[in-house]
């Protein structure tokens, strides 16, 4: 197995530290009984994500807490009755208001280069330098985004809509003084969230990114010969404050712009993989994994049939069930208008026969859609929608609409040597760790061009797509 470079940004420390400390909040009793199920302990997300153990503690209860007495409701609010916001709704706005800094940064990234800032008037010294800090803050303006989406989706709440937004600047100055305004109102929206969150595990990490968010702010002001520092004390924003501004840069009316509810269901039989465990018949479930997908116009975003996995995140979602890197990765890939998770319900991975995933997404026509998801009893198989290229979402200008799992096809990673599948000693059930195994240094390529006679279920009998229209914008 190689080893996963993240091109991404200096921001996986803080978002790989975040899914753990929420994935702490998650019932570990609900996933040991969700495993058993498969015969195994699946360990599907214990090193990206935190949001699943291979060893729960018995009772329910993580580093010496009581989760399972807290009386804490799906949504992660305190069931106290009142009528604030939940935990959901302030994840939320907070992933409305990092999405809109995310496509900012974005969006002059793409337009702007250091020798525009040299050229600039602003007073900034080293122009590379200050470049390179840019890209560093939008990487982790996306980093925040995919992880407030993910920890969403786990806790089983749905995200907000992705928007499109217009910045009205036109030269690099205006593009900073617009970024201060705005990274000040990140600063403040999350001293106005802080007060409301009455769940540890989700504080600590909203903290984390609220002193992320503060440096912004402040080396922004520097570049725009603003105080760093102008008062003592920092203002807070209530939710409907950052959403008012938020508003003035969303773009409402684009008749182009569909959206489509995607629908991934596990419809695996418990019968439905035979195996020769211990040298005797026996069949089990096929579960699939969290995965990740994106919308795009470039060709191959996540792989390209017949070459070697990249460094992306792919591996670790072929082999351990890990979305974390790959959604992480295609949030900052060129041609990637919008990318993000799907998890297992609120139970936890793995996405168990009978449960689904589902997320909304916007296109217009020439965009396509691409999504990966283990294959679990496997070493590093995967299902991808529409091969490496994806799936047009349009036909001409009309939307697609209906079952789509004709176009899903399972795939090598080519990243770990083939065991027997449903009982290989280095496959998630039943390995030490992830990213473990002997290393293969194969392309990837469909299973059904492996050289080895497996008896494997058909593609329909373990996964169903669907891609349903969801009105326009």
């Not at 009755?81 to 992933?95: E, M, S, T």
């Not at 925040?144 to 992705?162: Q, R, S």
């Not at 002997?438 to 299973?447: A, G, S, Y």
Request: glycine share 12%; aromatic share 6%; net charge negative.
């Amino acid at each position: 197995m190689t080893p996963e470079t993240n091109e991404a940004d200096r921001s996986d420390e803080a978002s790989v530290s975040m899914l753990e400390r929420v994935g702490n909040q998650l019932s570990r009793r609900t996933f040991m009984g969700n495993t058993a199920k498969v015969g195994g302990g699946l360990a599907l997300a214990s090193a990206g994500t935190g949001v699943a153990a291979a060893g729960g503690t018995e009772g329910g209860e993580d580093d010496g807490g009581e989760a399972d007495d807290s009386g804490d409701d799906d949504n992660g609010d305190d069931g106290d009755g009142d009528d604030g916001p939940d935990v959901l709704d302030i994840l939320n706005a907070a992933l409305t208001l990092e999405r809109l800094e995310s496509a900012l940064y974005a969006g002059f990234l793409d337009e702007y280069d250091a020798s525009d800032i040299a050229n600039s008037d602003l007073d900034v010294g080293d122009a590379e330098a200050v470049y390179s800090e840019l890209e560093a803050y939008g990487a982790q303006e996306a980093t925040h985004a995919a992880v407030l989406e993910y920890v969403i989706t786990v806790l089983g709440g749905k995200t907000v809509e992705t928007e499109e937004y217009d910045f009205p600047y036109s030269s690099v100055t205006e593009f900073i003084e617009l970024t201060a305004v705005i990274e000040a109102v990140g600063v403040s929206a999350y001293r106005g969230a802080a007060p409301l969150i009455d769940n540890d595990g989700i504080l600590g990490p909203a903290l984390s990114i609220h002193s992320v968010e503060a440096r912004h702010a402040s080396y922004i002001a520097m570049l725009a010969g603003e105080p760093s520092a102008p008062a003592a004390f920092d203002p807070a924003r209530s939710l409907e404050q950052v959403d008012e501004i938020a508003d003035q840069f969303i773009i409402n009316e684009r008749s182009d712009i569909q959206r489509f509810t995607v629908t991934i269901e596990c419809v695996s039989s418990a019968t439905a993989l035979e195996t020769s465990a211990d040298g005797d018949p026996a069949e089990q479930p096929v579960p699939l994994s969290p995965g990740a997908y994106a919308v795009h116009t470039d060709e191959a975003p996540i792989f390209a049939d017949g070459e070697p996995a990249r460094g992306n995140g792919l591996e670790a979602v072929a082999e351990d069930g890990i979305p974390a890197t790959l959604f992480g990765t295609l949030d900052n890939q060129e041609g990637v208008g919008q990318s993000g998770p799907f998890a297992a319900p609120a139970g936890g991975p793995p996405i168990m026969p009978g449960q689904s995933a589902e997320f909304t997404i916007q296109a217009q026509p020439g965009d396509r859609l691409s999504l990966a998801t283990m294959f679990v009893p496997s070493n590093d198989w995967f299902y991808a929608l529409g091969g490496d290229d994806g799936l047009d979402l349009f036909d001409g200008h009309d939307p697609i609409s209906g079952d789509v799992t004709a176009e899903v096809g399972l795939y090598d990673a080519g990243t770990e040597e083939n065991q027997e599948p449903g009982v290989g000693e280095d496959q998630v059930q039943r390995q030490d760790g992830p990213n473990t195994g002997p290393t293969e240094d194969e392309p990837v390529r469909l299973v059904d061009n492996l050289d080895q006679d497996y008896d494997l279920p058909d593609t329909e009998d373990v996964i169903s797509v669907t891609v349903e229209p969801a009105g326009g914008d």
